[in-house]
C-alpha cells in the first residue's frame, strides 16, 4: 500500500496474515477479493461515513431546545472528527493540507450559492459565516478525504492520463461555471464534452488484493457521483441542509444534480492529482520499456505483497 500511514500498515499487516490461506482461484477467491474491496472503500470513506453518522444523531435525538445549536454542534463535531484522523494516524499531514483547500473551495461556493437561494440552512447557531454554518465546508473536506486515501488504499494507476495542465483548466472553468450560471450561459453540458473527450481514454488500475481491477475512468467518476448523490439525500433529509423544492416537505434531490457532482469530480481529482501525480502502473512501465523483467514485473503486479507471502 503506497504512502500508508503507521495505522494503515499495521492493520494492513495483520489482513493480510488472515487472508494468507485464502485461496487464490475460484469463487472463494472472488469472494475474497470482493470483501477486501468493499472493507477499503468503507475505510476511504470513513470521514464521510462519520460525519454523515453525526448529522443522522443530530437530527435523531438532538433536542430542539438544547442550549447550544444543532448546527454548532455539527460544527464542533466535525473538527473532533478531523483531530481524530490525525491523532489516529487515519490521514498524513500532506493529505490535510489538499483536504484543507477542499474545505475552502467548497465554502467558497457554500457562501454563494446560499446568497443565490441554490439551497438554505438552519438559521441558528454562531458557528457560522453569513447563511452558511461552518460544518459545510468538512461535508467537501469528507469527499477531499476519500479521494486521496482511495488513492493510496488501492495503489491507484492510470493509462493514457491526459495531460495534468489541460485538467487544471477545464477544472478551473468548471468551479467558475458553478458561479456565473446564475447570470450567464449554463456552459455545463459544454463542459460535461470536454470531459469526455479529456478522460475517455482513460484506465483506471485499482490494487485491490491479489487482484488488480481496471476500469474506465469516466465510470469510476459516474460511481461516485452516485454515491454522494445518495449521501446528500441522506443529508438533506436529516436537515442538513434544504433545496428550494425541499422547504415545505422533503422529496429525493433532484436527479439533475447528478450532472453536478459529476463535475465537482472533476474538481476534486484535478486537486488530488497535484499532490498525488498520475502514475503509470509500475509492471506496465516495464514491459513499454523493453525491459526483460517486464513479464515477472506483470506477474508480480498479481500477486500479494512480499510481506504476506509464504517463507
Known amino acids: 500500500m503506497q504512502r500508508a500511514t503507521s495505522l494503515e500498515r499495521r492493520v494492513d499487516?495483520?489482513?493480510n496474515r488472515v487472508l494468507l490461506g485464502a485461496p487464490a482461484n475460484g469463487v472463494r477467491a472472488g469472494l475474497v477479493e470482493f470483501t477486501v474491496f468493499v472493507l477499503k472503500q468503507a475505510w476511504a470513506c470513513i470521514f464521510g461515513a462519520a460525519l454523515l453518522v453525526v448529522i443522522l444523531v443530530a437530527q435523531l435525538w438532538y433536542p430542539d431546545d438544547a442550549p447550544l445549536a444543532r448546527n454548532d454542534v455539527l460544527t464542533i463535531a466535525a473538527v473532533l472528527i478531523q483531530v481524530a484522523m490525525l491523532v489516529f494516524r487515519l490521514e498524513s499531514g500532506r493529505e490535510l493540507w489538499v483536504i484543507v483547500l477542499f474545505h475552502l473551495t467548497g465554502t467558497v461556493m457554500e457562501l454563494?450559492?446560499?446568497d443565490a437561494g441554490s439551497w438554505a440552512y438552519a438559521a441558528d447557531g454562531i458557528l457560522r459565516i453569513?447563511?452558511?454554518p461552518l460544518f459545510s465546508g468538512f461535508m467537501y473536506a469528507?469527499?477531499?478525504?476519500y479521494m486521496v486515501r482511495v488513492y493510496r488504499l488501492f495503489d491507484l494507476g492510470f493509462t493514457r492520463y491526459p495531460r495534468r495542465w489541460m485538467t487544471a483548466v477545464l477544472a478551473v472553468a468548471i468551479y467558475l461555471n458553478f458561479f456565473t450560471h446564475h447570470w450567464w450561459w449554463d456552459a455545463r453540458w459544454v463542459l460535461l464534452a470536454a470531459v469526455l473527450v479529456l478522460w475517455l481514454p482513460t484506465v483506471?488500475?485499482?490494487r485491490v488484493w491479489r487482484r488488480t481491477l481496471r476500469l474506465p475512468l469516466l465510470l469510476v467518476f459516474g460511481g461516485v457521483a452516485v454515491f454522494i448523490y445518495l449521501a446528500e439525500n441522506i443529508g438533506t433529509w436529516a436537515g442538513a441542509w434544504a433545496y428550494p423544492d425541499q422547504v415545505e416537505s422533503w422529496q429525493p434531490v433532484s436527479l439533475s444534480k447528478l450532472?453536478?457532482?459529476?463535475?465537482?469530480?472533476?474538481?476534486?481529482?484535478v486537486l488530488v492529482a497535484w499532490v498525488y501525480p498520475p502514475q503509470v502502473p509500475a509492471s506496465l512501465m516495464a514491459t513499454?520499456?523493453?525491459d526483460d523483467r517486464g513479464a515477472d514485473a506483470a506477474r508480480a503486479a498479481s500477486a500479494?505483497?512480499?510481506?504476506?507471502?509464504?517463507?
Not at 469528507?142 to 478525504?145: D, I, K, L, P, T
Not at 500479494?304 to 517463507?311: A, G, T, W
Open 130 to 132: 453569513g447563511g452558511v
Open 288 to 290: 513499454t520499456r523493453g
Open 142 to 145: 469528507a469527499v477531499g478525504s
Open 13 to 15: 499487516a495483520a489482513a
Open 259 to 269: 450532472s453536478s457532482w459529476f463535475l465537482l469530480m472533476i474538481i476534486s481529482v
Open 304 to 311: 500479494p505483497p512480499k510481506s504476506i507471502r509464504r517463507r
Open 204 to 206: 483506471m488500475h485499482a
Open 112 to 114: 454563494f450559492k446560499t
